[in-house]
């Protein structure tokens, strides 16, 4: 009777360490891959994919969201950015992954607010399915992913290494990757992290 | 009378105070966390107070830090707060649901400094906890929220 209580706390122990140590399911594409075009509703009402920007150079994709202080503390940045390289033949295009479900400032509507009251200057999509942040591996927001002229993934990560005083920023990390790839040199840092919010996934 | 009076104010004052702390690190703490060889079980949370689900799960942090503070398991907590909020959000937050842990905060603009420390395989999004025990160097980290029962489970699996 006492060896089947212990084995039962036992396994009762065990079993939620063998739960957490599976990985994540889909890591996602890796540096390097060609990623597969897409098409998801815009807060102007039109589907958007890469295909439409046509001459272009590479693409910024950015998820990103209304609600994560995060993703505010770089709102101006990212506009920034597209005012900046979209005439360099390399436009931001932002998607927001979350889960309205979860987070109801997540909703399309509020997106449609948020674009018009800012004024993006870049494409701002819903992957309501959450099916582009799955295929890219996006874990938090905002995540970037710099795809060149073929759609492979050259650079990962922040957009530069200071989050709450963009004065103070020292070092550009996309911007610096954006740089090397127009003059055709490697990407110096290619990867680098950054604390954001987790996407809101919608429950399985 | 007067003294008395100093005494009771002084008196409740004390945990307040005491819960008003937040200790500022740099990114080479993460590293002097990972090199104790100390038998005592290290719980190191990665959070903020602008994070809902890390919110959700701190009661659990709490009551783990509450249960097991005779013992040899201390959670320590590592706010990734805004450098502005830390008066006007981190320190009210603390006060209000009474929080005992250890706080700390990530003194660093750039958090690319130190996430790879913590672990390799994190991408940053938080909540987050790190798990160690220096003298068996056994080592654990959970990206996502943990409950209670998992944070008990992790202990009990990890006490000798």
């Not at chain 1, 360490?17 to 807060?43: E, W």
């Not at chain 1, 998820?63 to 360099?88: G, V, W």
């Not at chain 1, 800012?118 to 099916?131: E, S």
Request: charge should be positive.
């Amino acid at each position: 009777m006492k060896k089947i209580f212990r084995l039962t706390v036992l396994l009762g122990l065990l079993f939620p360490l063998i739960a957490f140590s599976q990985a994540p399911t889909n890591p996602g594409y890796q540096m390097g891959d060609r990623i597969t075009d897409f098409s998801l509703k815009g807060v102007d009402g039109k589907m958007h994919s890469l295909a439409e920007f046509k001459n272009v150079k590479g693409y910024i994709v950015v998820f990103t969201c209304n609600t994560c202080p995060f993703s505010k503390a770089y709102e101006r940045r990212i506009m920034d950015l597209h005012l900046r390289y979209a005439k360099q033949g390399i436009p931001v295009i932002a998607i927001n992954p979350n889960d309205a479900g979860k987070e109801p400032g997540e909703s399309y509507e509020a997106m449609v607010a948020l674009a018009k009251e800012k004024q993006y200057p870049f494409v701002y999509l819903q992957d309501l399915k959450q099916n582009v942040a799955t295929a890219f591996g996006a874990k938090r927001t905002p995540h970037v992913f710099l795809l060149n002229q073929n759609k492979e993934i050259i650079y990962i990560g922040a957009i530069d290494d200071n989050f709450e005083e963009p004065e103070q920023v020292k070092v550009k990390y996309l911007e610096n990757a954006i740089a090397q790839y127009l003059m055709g040199m490697p990407i110096e840092v290619s990867q680098t992290k950054a604390i954001g919010c987790g996407i809101k996934w919608r429950n399985k | 009378m007067r003294s008395i009076r100093l005494f009771i104010c002084l008196f409740f004052w004390i945990p307040v105070l005491k819960a008003q702390e937040v200790t500022f690190i740099k990114a080479e703490q993460i590293t002097t966390w990972k090199k104790n060889t100390s038998d005592t079980i290290y719980i190191i949370n990665f959070w903020a107070t602008w994070c809902k689900p890390c919110l959700e799960e701190m009661p659990s942090f709490e009551r783990i830090g509450e249960e097991f503070k005779d013992q040899k398991v201390r959670v320590l907590l590592v706010s990734n707060d805004f450098k502005k909020q830390i008066d006007v959000k981190l320190k009210p937050y603390m006060i209000e649901k009474g929080i005992r842990n250890k706080m700390y905060w990530m003194n660093e603009p750039d958090p690319n400094k130190w996430i790879e420390l913590v672990d390799p395989n994190w991408g940053g999004s938080i909540p987050a906890t790190l798990i160690i025990k220096g003298s068996e160097g056994k080592r654990k980290f959970f990206a996502g929220p943990l409950s209670y029962e998992e944070l008990k489970d992790i202990i009990l699996q990890m006490k000798p």
